[in-house]
């Protein structure tokens, strides 16, 4: 039995885990670094202690201060949340020999998903079909015959890579040996380990995801998959629950290679297999995440499950509570990423005080926040600030629901990506499914919709946001979506409206 849970991370995921240990009844700890003592988590824990400086290293990723802390404080559990050490199998190990369980997957399955050539390899026994190319890592000197025979173009890609880094597209044979070198480099610096492989390119991809879970004895099961397509430099924005791209046989073929590859590796607990799936619905096995993600909510509503909860169960030694004959997904689901960063100005983070904070809710609506108004967002983090999820019957009316969640959410005082979002969930390829992972370097290399007479309307808008503000003892202050604060807001063509009293929108 589990009594107290350590949750060695921060922001909405914290919180997150608090909550399911509150429902479960059991006592959190929380950890916080020096400029997160006043953090959302920090207050709705049980428990909080501080584990050092500010940056990453020496606070969310020390090793022995938390393992420390979690003696100290009598926790059984710890949860690692995404990011940070959740994919790290020498603290699933540390964590092991002092006592205190990981609720993680085994930190064999960690160490074997961590390098893919080993995964491909140990994929490759199992039969799961994964991209073609080499099994093992190449030489320079192998690469020019193993890439022809594979055919052009190709990826070359890190080891211990992920995530995009240590990854170069080659065209033609005449372009491989630096892309190679570059990668080798790359991979050299950023893991300490320079082994690349080649695979062939899947063009214009769709990134799909299986979730799955296991007990720790043997049982397995997948619960669908999620549609990540919708990212800018691996970074998801957009995630959805089912995707328009799978059909049921698609969904049960996926899904038991999915089961497949976990069983390969030994795995249990929570896990994300990745596939890329090309414009002919073939499937790929691409990678697997051993952890929680952090688009898991829309396969919660689909799945009508509580993957924090399984996942405790699961790391209290229970058998899953049910079988795959028993998983019945249902509605849609669809999440929003609100970052603290700048789309007008190279997604640069925008860390500081937010003034005010405006929330959606009412039916089928959930969010997932790590943040409050009067908080200053730390320059020191990821600038994921909250998730916005949204549940309907059917996909259309799962946009429409996330259109007015957005229309009532405002963020002030930081600039956030809620306009692009917006964008997004208005333009016609999204809305109709027509989604691949180049879908949003796309959407932000055309010029965005507002064009003739712009200045005209700033200055009106200007006007009607003065005369919005004069007026705010009735007014719910969310006109303006800017983020900043100053501008006159995402729809200075609805403000206009309003103030003239052209249409009633
Ligand atoms: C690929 C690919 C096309 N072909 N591999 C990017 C992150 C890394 N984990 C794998 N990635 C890709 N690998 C082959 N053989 C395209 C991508 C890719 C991608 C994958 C998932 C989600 C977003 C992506 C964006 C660009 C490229």
């Known amino acids: 039995m589990i009594k107290k849970i350590l949750i060695a991370n921060r922001g909405e995921i914290a919180v997150r885990v608090i909550r399911a240990c509150r429902e479960m009844g059991i006592a959190s700890a929380a950890v916080f670094s020096a400029v997160d003592r006043a953090a959302l988590h920090v207050s709705q824990a049980d428990e909080a202690y501080s584990i050092g400086a500010a940056t990453a290293a020496e606070s969310y990723l020390n090793i022995a201060r938390i393992l420390e802390v979690a003696k100290r404080c009598g926790a059984d559990a710890i949860h690692p949340g995404y990011g940070f050490l959740s994919e790290n199998a020498k603290f699933a190990r540390a964590c092991a020999e002092a006592g205190i369980k990981f609720i993680g997957p085994p930190p064999s399955a960690m160490e074997l998903m961590g390098s893919k050539t080993r995964a491909r390899q140990a994929m490759q026994s199992a039969g799961v079909p994964f991209v ?15 890439a022809a ?47 690349v492989y080649i695979e062939k390119l899947i063009e214009d991809p769709r990134h799909i995801e299986i979730q799955i879970l296991g007990d720790e004895h043997g049982n397995l099961v997948y619960l669908g998959e999620r549609e990540c397509s919708v990212q800018r430099r691996h970074q998801k924005v957009i995630e959805e629950a089912p995707s328009v791209a799978v059909d049921d046989d698609l969904r049960s073929r996926m899904g038991q290679v999915a089961v497949q590859v976990a069983k390969a590796a030994g795995y249990a607990n929570a896990g994300t297999v990745e596939f890329l799936v090309d414009k002919a619905s073939n499937f790929y096995f691409l990678e697997m995440n051993t952890r929680l993600q952090v688009e898991h909510p829309v396969t919660e509503l689909v799945a009508g499950l509580d993957l924090v909860h399984l996942q405790i169960r699961i790391a209290s030694g229970e058998k899953l509570p049910f079988r795959q004959e028993d998983i019945i997904l249902r509605g849609h689901a669809m999440e929003c990423r609100i970052y603290a960063e700048d789309p007008d100005n190279n997604f640069f983070p925008s860390p500081g005080k937010i003034t005010q904070l405006l929330r959606a809710s009412g039916p089928g609506i959930r969010e997932d926040s790590g943040v409050y108004e009067g908080w200053r967002v730390p320059l020191e983090y990821d600038p994921l600030l909250s998730k916005l999820i949204v549940y309907a019957s059917d996909r259309a009316s799962a946009i429409a629901r996330m259109r007015r969640a957005l229309d009532e959410y405002f963020v002030g005082g930081i600039k956030t990506n809620l306009l692009l979002i917006r964008r997004i969930f208005e333009h016609p390829d999204f809305v109709a499914g027509r989604i691949n992972t180049g879908f949003l370097d796309r959407l932000l290399a055309s010029r965005p919709e507002p064009k003739a007479d712009e200045n005209g309307l700033a200055e009106i808008a200007a006007i009607s946001a003065a005369l919005f503000a004069a007026n705010s003892a009735t007014s719910n202050g969310r006109n303006s979506q800017s983020g900043s604060g100053e501008k006159p807001g995402s729809s200075p063509w609805k403000q206009v409206a309003r103030v003239e009293g052209l249409r009633n929108e």
């Not at 073609?132 to 193993?146: D, N, Q």
């Not at 170069?168 to 630096?178: H, I």
């Open 132 to 146: 073609p190319g080499s099994a093992r890592g190449l030489s320079l000197a192998e690469a020019p015959s193993v």
């Open 149 to 195: 025979q594979i055919g052009f173009p190709v990826m070359v890609k890190a080891a211990a890579g992920g995530g995009g880094k240590g990854m170069r597209l080659v065209r033609t044979p005449e372009e491989l040996k630096a892309a190679f070198e570059t990668a080798q480099s790359e991979a050299q610096r950023a893991f300490n380990d320079g082994e």
